[in-house]
């Protein structure tokens, strides 16, 4: 057994040369170095622990196999020109070598079509094919000059395909066969040539030279290519996890981006709502004081009606501006009790006004008796604000809005629920990403901007209900420790939104 070190992990190698290693999950004998706590909490659980290295028959045995078939088809065309241009001696049998040669062509191509497929032609029998080869290469030599044919450099071949091949194990195995067959070469003689024992202690030294010369190149190559696959699953796991903290560095850089362009429109609009309510104040507060003094004269009846409508409509300017300059005074993140239902009430207050409001019901469904629960009013509003514009957004004129408060297993729920055209599937998961929207003039910081309210102030939650069949519905989910005790406190009666407008 060899360890491979160098590397982050080390890798077990097992008897050099042996397939297991490149089939099987690498093993580690030693204990990688601790994480630090920064790597821990920088890396995504799904990359933390160390690459898996799988090689299967294509990593390896196919281009072994590659290297086979080419050795085999050279061995052949070589044998085919020996036997048939080149030889000479009477004691060649021409016409039995080209039989033998056709059958390991046969061979050969049964061995190429199954390399053709992704296969290796038997495989799973390495020593079956041994046996075939020292069978193949013996009656070669038998049929042509025995101990001094040219054929038995063809155990060499086989002893450094087998190599590449196959383990250690299969190798020295192979050789020992070889030997065999080209020692019973001497049993057929009848003369056995004088050099007889000198040629086969060389052919054991140089097969045995081969088959170790091979092995050692064989498990280098293997050792090497296991150490590639290694550092190349580091380096991928590497640049998956850079690429993952590049995704959530920019998705960070994209959220407070949005949150910094709705807070300066918030600004912004703070700073014009409140520049408007003292322009228009000063001039309406003249004609109010117009109006008073002209009902303290005796006028007749009509004028008298006709200044009463005058002053009703100028409170209307004045109630607008007020509702206007609440909203956008500065926010604070002071928690207060308030009433949920107010709170929502304060929100269709505010969106009475949006033009898309024209031609649609509000319906309310109000919980009673909830009681008065700590939160921060105004982050609230916006909160509700954001979903009831949607919801007006994505309803036409004469279709229905339902806003429903109800209090179960600990917490305030509110559900905005419009029954326009719905949210397509493939949408649901991006609603809370920053500048994703569905409309054709939105700016997909809504729902972004209510998550976010709603989550870092630990007040509650925003989901979408994927039970509902038409529509789309909203659900906000409140903690709220007021409510904990109550039970369950299901919605109200329905009622339809009535707004004041004179």
């Known amino acids: 057994m060899q360890s491979i070190r160098g590397l982050s992990h080390p890798v077990i190698i097992s008897d050099m040369n042996d397939h297991s290693v490149l089939k099987n999950q690498p093993e580690t004998t030693d204990q990688p170095p601790a994480p630090s706590a920064e790597s821990e909490a ?20 196919l281009p072994a196999e590659e290297i086979t078939l080419r050795i085999r088809w050279f061995g052949l065309c070589v044998g085919y020109v020996l036997v048939n241009f080149v030889g000479n001696d009477a004691a060649i049998q021409v016409p039995q070598l080209n039989w033998i040669l056709t059958l390991g062509a046969i061979y050969a191509l049964a061995d190429t079509w199954f390399s053709f497929r992704g296969k290796v032609f038997l495989g799973e029998w390495p020593l079956t094919i041994s046996v075939m080869e020292a ?6 030599c038998h049929y042509d000059t025995g101990l001094n044919s040219p054929f038995r450099f063809y155990y060499l071949l ?15 195995v192979t050789l020992a066969l070889h030997l065999l067959s080209y020692t019973t070469l001497l049993f057929p003689l009848q003369n056995a040539p004088p050099d007889w024992l000198t040629q086969i202690l060389l052919m054991v030294v140089w097969m045995g030279w081969v088959a170790w010369a091979s092995i050692a190149f064989s498990s280098l190559v293997k050792r090497t290519s296991l150490e590639l696959s290694v550092a190349n699953e580091q380096l991928k796991q590497n640049q998956e996890l850079l690429e993952d903290r590049i995704a959530r560095r920019t998705s960070d850089l994209q959220e407070s981006q949005a949150l910094l362009i709705q807070q300066e429109k918030h600004a912004a609009f703070g700073l014009l709502a409140a520049g408007i309510a003292h322009e228009v104040g000063n001039p309406l507060a003249g004609i109010s004081s117009l109006v008073q003094l002209l009902n303290r004269h005796n006028n007749d009846e009509y004028t008298n009606k006709r200044l009463d409508e005058v002053d009703a409509q100028l409170r209307r300017i004045q109630r607008i501006l007020r509702e206007l300059i609440d909203f956008s005074r500065p926010a604070t993140t002071e928690r207060n009790r308030c009433y949920i239902n107010e709170v929502i009430t304060e929100s269709l207050n505010i969106a009475k006004y949006y033009k898309r409001k024209k031609g649609k019901k509000i319906i309310t469904r109000f919980a009673e008796n909830l009681p008065p629960v700590q939160l ?13 514009l949607n919801a007006m957004d994505a309803t036409e004129e004469g279709q229905s809005i339902e806003i429903t408060t109800e209090a179960r297993d600990g917490q305030i729920l509110i559900s905005v629920h419009d029954n326009g055209e719905g949210i397509k599937e493939v949408d649901k998961e991006k609603l809370f990403r920053p500048y994703f929207t569905t409309k054709s003039k939105g700016t997909g910081l809504g729902l972004f901007v209510c998550r976010n309210i709603l989550e870092h102030s630990n007040t509650g939650t925003i989901r979408i209900d994927d039970t509902v069949s038409e529509g789309a519905k909203f659900v906000v989910a409140l903690y709220c420790e007021e409510v904990k005790d109550l039970g369950e406190i299901p919605p109200g009666p329905a009622q339809e939104m009535k707004f004041v407008t004179t």
Do not use: M
């Open 42 to 61: 920088a890396a995504p659980p799904h990359l933390a622990p160390p690459p898996k290295i799988h090689h299967d028959a294509f990593t390896w045995e």
């Open 135 to 140: 069978l193949f290469i013996g009656l070669l």
């Open 158 to 172: 086989s002893l450094i395909v087998c190599s590449i091949r196959h383990s250690p194990l299969i190798a020295y």
């Open 376 to 388: 921060v009013r105004d982050q609230l509003v916006q909160v509700f604000l954001n979903l009831i």
